[in-house]
């Protein structure tokens, strides 16, 4: 119906060969802004999942055998994941229970419930502290290549084309050619910490121009547009690795 009279049976090769009009085939477009997103290779997704893992050591000390072992147990799916991990130490039979949880992911908006187990994050005044219940929040390892601290942004002029250089506490970040007027480097990469960036600028008379600038960047510091939140809710959990694990 698609073809109209513009088709070709062949029923020895049971082969069909057909003209059909633009307006039945879809459309391909590319977009260059995702082109290095689509180019990334598909990564196949199993509805379900099962890993066991254990790691086990042992040996002999002043004429006593002893052992040791680390098992952890993972069943996840499409964007949920449940987790359970335990430890043998060698001075006891009993086998510790570490942390259980599960975890609901939502990739795209860089946010994940949590259920079970869990490590409150430390602040300025405080400590990090062990408890069980619910963390509902940001998740930025959904999106290990994303850059959540701010970056630098270097601003300077170059008289006639030149070469330029920028370096972060002695490490070369960027070697480039630059043409004559002023220029503007942006999402310069920097460690924690305080430092210095220093850019060099070279003509092809050999005259250099030094630029010279401190920084300090804290891993609490988040780039505009980020935002990181989270809510907890449950109960501390004391003596941990021991026999007498609780919640209070």
Same mark, same amino acid.
């Given at each position: 119906?698609?073809? &109209?009279? @513009?088709?070709? #049976?062949?029923?020895?090769?049971? /082969?069909? *060969?057909?003209?059909?009009a633009? =307006?039945?085939?879809?459309?391909?477009?590319?977009?260059?802004?995702?082109?290095?997103?689509?180019?990334?290779?598909?990564?196949?997704?199993?509805?379900?999942?099962?890993?066991?893992?254990?790691?086990?050591?042992?040996?002999?000390?002043?004429?006593?055998?002893?052992?040791?072992?680390?098992?952890?147990?993972?069943?996840?799916? &499409?964007? @949920?994941?449940? #987790?359970?991990?335990?430890?043998? /130490?060698? *001075?006891?039979?009993?086998?510790? =229970?570490?942390?259980?949880?599960?975890?609901?992911?939502?990739?795209?908006?860089?946010?994940?419930?949590?259920v079970?187990?869990?490590?409150?994050?430390?602040?300025?005044?405080?400590?990090?502290?062990?408890?069980?219940?619910?963390?509902?929040?940001?998740?930025?390892?959904?999106?290990?290549?994303?850059?959540?601290?701010?970056?630098?942004?270097?601003?300077?002029?170059?008289?006639?084309?030149?070469?330029? *250089?920028?370096?972060?506490?002695?490490?070369?970040?960027?070697?480039?050619?630059?043409?004559?007027?002023?220029?503007?480097?942006?999402?310069?990469?920097?460690?924690?910490?305080?430092?210095?960036?220093?850019?060099?600028?070279?003509?092809a008379?050999?005259?250099?121009?030094?630029?010279?600038?401190?920084?300090?960047?804290?891993?609490?510091?988040?780039?505009?547009?980020?935002?990181?939140?989270?809510?907890?809710?449950?109960?501390?959990?004391?003596?941990?690795?021991?026999?007498?694990?609780?919640?209070?």
């Amino acid at each position: 119906a698609i073809a &109209d009279e @513009n088709f070709t #049976l062949d029923f020895t090769a049971v /082969l069909v *060969e057909m003209t059909v009009a633009g =307006r039945y085939l879809k459309e391909y477009g590319i977009s260059i802004r995702n082109v290095r997103a689509e180019t990334k290779p598909d990564t196949p997704v199993s509805s379900l999942s099962a890993v066991l893992a254990y790691d086990l050591a042992g040996g002999v000390e002043a004429g006593e055998r002893w052992s040791s072992g680390l098992f952890e147990a993972t069943l996840a799916g &499409d964007k @949920n994941t449940c #987790l359970s991990r335990h430890l043998q /130490l060698p *001075e006891g039979d009993d086998l510790l =229970r570490l942390e259980s949880y599960c975890l609901w992911d939502w990739p795209q908006q860089l946010m994940s419930l949590a259920v079970g187990d869990g490590v409150t994050r430390s602040n300025t005044f405080g400590q990090p502290v062990r408890y069980g219940g619910v963390r509902f929040g940001s998740d930025f390892g959904l999106a290990p290549g994303l850059v959540i601290q701010p970056t630098l942004m270097l601003n300077g002029s170059a008289g006639v084309p030149s070469t330029l *250089e920028i370096w972060v506490d002695q490490m070369l970040t960027l070697r480039t050619e630059i043409p004559p007027g002023p220029f503007e480097i942006s999402d310069i990469p920097v460690q924690t910490g305080a430092g210095e960036i220093r850019a060099v600028i070279q003509n092809a008379l050999g005259t250099r121009e030094v630029l010279t600038q401190p920084f300090y960047s804290d891993p609490g510091l988040l780039a505009p547009g980020i935002k990181d939140w989270a809510i907890e809710l449950g109960r501390t959990r004391e003596d941990y690795l021991t026999a007498d694990n609780r919640y209070t």
